[in-house]
């Protein structure tokens, strides 16, 4: 019997003695930390891999994970520079950077992180105002951030950002809120409007302008060709007239020009006569019309040369007067057209 009792208790030392050697055999997982305490004090930290410890002498006293953590901000009162209650909540990005500290500087830097983030997050609320608060988000974010890291660092905790999730207001601010906003779209809508009422103003006065232009370009080009045309029509039609005179006078000039010159105005003369009788119920005759051979040998054909030189110089200069008024009406005619577009 006292044997048996003896076997039991070896057994059971043994079982004991075993478990604490198994214990003492560490795998620490990749992205772990172990915190070692040999006799109570800090040791060592174990890095990810398989370790050996004293069994009865070392202990692993904290497992850090070092890995980034997501930890949930609950919702809070807070109240704006305006006196207006509103509940924001989050979530803090941080990772332990520092095992030993974040085992031994601080109790808990999850909860302690929570903490400092909701009287941070007070802090700066309160000092804006409640449309502040829904545009700068961001800055915050941004401050929060700023505070939390310069005191984790003493934690062995990196701070990566801060993000709120929601900022809610009371019923009746949102209903106020919901009005501002609709009042603000219909501001909006109006100023919209009529920005386009004025931008059409606009182009529809620019279009005019535009066809006024084009109108007044179109006249000033109708006036030129108009001058123009008239200009070598009358130059054409002097050059003409000069040509033709200047022909009958160099026909003069030739052997029986003067019995062809005589045959003309004998033609011409009893072209009048006749003329004359058609037209009028009265006409008065020369007194002796059996003499009319002596009548045309009576016209002198120098006299006649002689005129018809000097019908020749006036053609020409008058067909030179003409282009140049021509001339003049064109210029004239495009200034008023640049004008006009102008």
């Given at each position: 019997m006292l044997e048996t009792i003896s076997l039991a208790i070896l057994a059971a030392l043994a079982l004991f003695v075993l478990y604490h050697f198994i214990r003492a055999l560490q795998l620490v997982p990749h992205q772990r930390a172990y915190i070692v305490e040999r006799l109570g004090n800090y040791h060592k930290t174990l890095d990810s891999g398989f370790h050996a410890l004293i069994p009865f002498?070392?202990?692993?006293?904290?497992?850090?994970?070092?890995?980034?953590?997501?930890?949930?901000?609950?919702?809070?009162?807070?109240?704006?520079?305006?006196?207006?209650?509103?509940?924001?909540?989050?979530?803090?990005?941080?990772?332990?950077?520092?095992?030993?500290?974040?085992?031994?500087?601080v109790t808990d830097y999850r909860r302690a992180a929570v903490n400092l983030a909701q009287?941070?997050?007070?802090?700066?609320?309160?000092?804006?105002?409640?449309?502040?608060?829904?545009?700068?988000?961001?800055?915050?974010?941004?401050?929060?951030?700023?505070?939390?890291?310069?005191?984790?660092?003493?934690?062995?905790?990196?701070?990566?950002?801060?993000?709120?999730?929601?900022?809610?207001?009371p019923r009746t601010v949102q209903k106020a809120m919901e009005r501002q906003m609709t009042a603000e779209r219909e501001r909006r809508a109006v100023v919209a409007r009529s920005e386009g009422e004025q931008e059409s103003v606009v182009n529809e006065a620019q279009g005019q302008k535009e066809e006024i232009i084009n109108q007044s370009e179109g006249e000033m080009q109708r006036r030129?060709?108009?001058?123009?045309?008239?200009?070598?029509?009358?130059?054409?039609?002097?050059?003409?007239?000069?040509?033709?005179?200047e022909e009958?006078?160099?026909?003069?000039?030739?052997?029986?020009?003067?019995?062809?010159?005589?045959?003309?105005?004998?033609?011409?003369?009893l072209d009048t006569l006749a003329r004359l009788g058609r037209e009028n119920n009265e006409i008065l005759l020369p007194a002796d019309l059996t003499r009319f051979n002596a009548v045309l040998e009576g016209l002198s054909l120098d006299d006649f040369s002689l005129q018809i030189e000097e019908t020749a110089d006036d053609g020409r200069r008058t067909a030179d007067a003409q282009t140049a008024d021509a001339q003049t009406a064109e210029r004239g005619s495009r200034g008023e057209g640049e004008e006009t577009a102008a």
């Open positions: 002498v070392d202990r692993t006293a904290y497992k850090q994970d070092l890995r980034e953590q997501a930890i949930t901000v609950h919702p809070q009162d807070c109240f704006t520079e305006d006196n207006v209650k509103v509940k924001v909540d989050g979530v803090i990005y941080l990772s332990v950077v520092d095992p030993v500290n974040a085992s031994y500087g009287t941070t997050t007070r802090s700066v609320i309160g000092k804006m105002e409640l449309d502040t608060t829904f545009q700068e988000r961001a800055l915050i974010s941004q401050r929060v951030v700023e505070v939390l890291d310069e005191v984790a660092d003493a934690w062995g905790v990196k701070v990566h950002r801060y993000e709120i999730q929601n900022i809610d207001t030129i060709n108009e001058a123009e045309g008239r200009a070598e029509e009358i130059e054409e039609l002097a050059n003409a007239t000069a040509e033709a005179i009958m006078a160099a026909a003069i000039s030739k052997p029986q020009g003067d019995e062809a010159i005589q045959l003309q105005l004998a033609e011409q003369y």
